[in-house]
T-cell receptor
Framework: GQNIDQPTEMTATEGAIVQINCTYQ??????LFWYQQHAGEAPTFLSY????GLEEKGRFSSFLSRSKGYSYLLLKELQMKDSASYLC???????????FGRGTSLIVHP | DVKVTQSSRYLVKRTGEKVFLECVQD?????MFWYRQDPGLGLRLIYF???????EKGDIPEGYSVSREKKERFSLILESASTNQTSMYLC????????????FGQGTRLTVV
C-alpha cells in the first residue's frame, strides 16, 4: 500500500519562499509528482522526480530523496495567485497509477 | 494542448437514479482514470483503464462501474446513486510511457439528493 503525508495547510507572505513537504511510505517507487489545484479547478502538473536531487522550473523547484521517502516543493517569490492546493502523488513500480496525498492548502497573504 | 473533457460541470441527481459521467480525451492516451475528491480526503482512485475494454478497480470501487468501449472515452457509472456519492469527480488520462504525468478534466460536481 501507499501512505503519503503532507501538511494540511500553510500560510506565507507575498514575495517570500515556502517549502511544502511530502513524505511517503510505499511498496516500491516509480516517480513522484507535484500538482497545483486552484479552488474549483482541475489539478495541473507542476513537476516530476524519479531520481534523487533538485529539479528547478522557474519559481518552482522540487526535491526528492528516495532513501528518506521525502520530497518537497519550493516556491520562491510568492505571488497571490500561488494560493492553491498542492498535491503530492507517488507512482508504484510497474504501475501508471499515481496515488495522491491529501493535499496542502497554501494561503498567500499580502 | 491535451484536452480532457468531462460532460458536465455540475449535476444534481436523485437517490436511486442511474448516473453516467462521461470523459473524453483527445490525445490518444492509453491510460484513463476516475477519481473522487472530498474535503480532507484528497483524490481517491475509483477505477483505472489501461486499454480499450480493460479496467481495474482502484481504492474505492464499491457502488461504481466503468466502461471503455473506445480509446478516447471513459465512462463512470453510478448504478444506484446514494447521498454518500455526492462529491467532485475528476477524470484524468496519461500516455503509456514511464515518465508521463496525468492530465485532468475540469471535474464534475455531483450532488445526490
Amino acid at each position: 500500500g501507499q501512505n503519503i503525508d503532507q501538511p494540511t495547510e500553510m500560510t506565507a507572505t507575498e514575495g517570500a519562499i515556502v517549502q511544502i513537504n511530502c513524505t511517503y511510505q510505499t511498496s516500491g517507487f516509480n516517480g513522484l509528482f507535484w500538482y497545483q489545484q486552484h479552488a474549483g479547478e482541475a489539478p495541473t502538473f507542476l513537476s516530476y522526480n524519479v531520481l534523487d536531487g533538485l529539479e528547478e522550473k522557474g519559481r518552482f523547484s522540487s526535491f526528492l530523496s528516495r532513501s528518506k521517502g521525502y520530497s518537497y516543493l519550493l516556491l520562491k517569490e510568492l505571488q497571490m495567485k500561488d494560493s492553491a492546493s498542492y498535491l503530492c502523488a507517488v507512482r508504484a513500480p510497474r504501475s501508471y497509477i499515481p496515488t495522491f496525498g491529501r493535499g496542502t492548502s497554501l494561503i498567500v497573504h499580502p | 494542448d491535451v484536452k480532457v473533457t468531462q460532460s458536465s460541470r455540475y449535476l444534481v441527481k436523485r437517490t436511486g437514479e442511474k448516473v453516467f459521467l462521461e470523459c473524453v480525451q483527445d490525445m490518444d492516451h492509453e491510460n484513463m482514470f476516475w477519481y473522487r475528491q472530498d474535503p480532507g480526503l484528497g483524490l481517491r482512485l475509483i477505477y483505472f483503464s489501461y486499454d480499450v475494454k480493460m479496467k481495474e478497480k482502484g481504492d474505492i470501487p464499491e457502488g461504481y462501474s466503468v466502461s471503455r468501449e473506445k480509446k478516447e472515452r471513459f465512462s463512470l457509472i453510478l448504478e444506484s446513486a446514494s447521498t454518500n456519492q455526492t462529491s467532485m469527480y475528476l477524470c484524468a488520462s496519461s500516455p503509456g510511457g514511464r515518465d508521463t504525468e496525468a492530465f485532468f478534466g475540469q471535474g464534475t460536481r455531483l450532488t445526490v439528493v
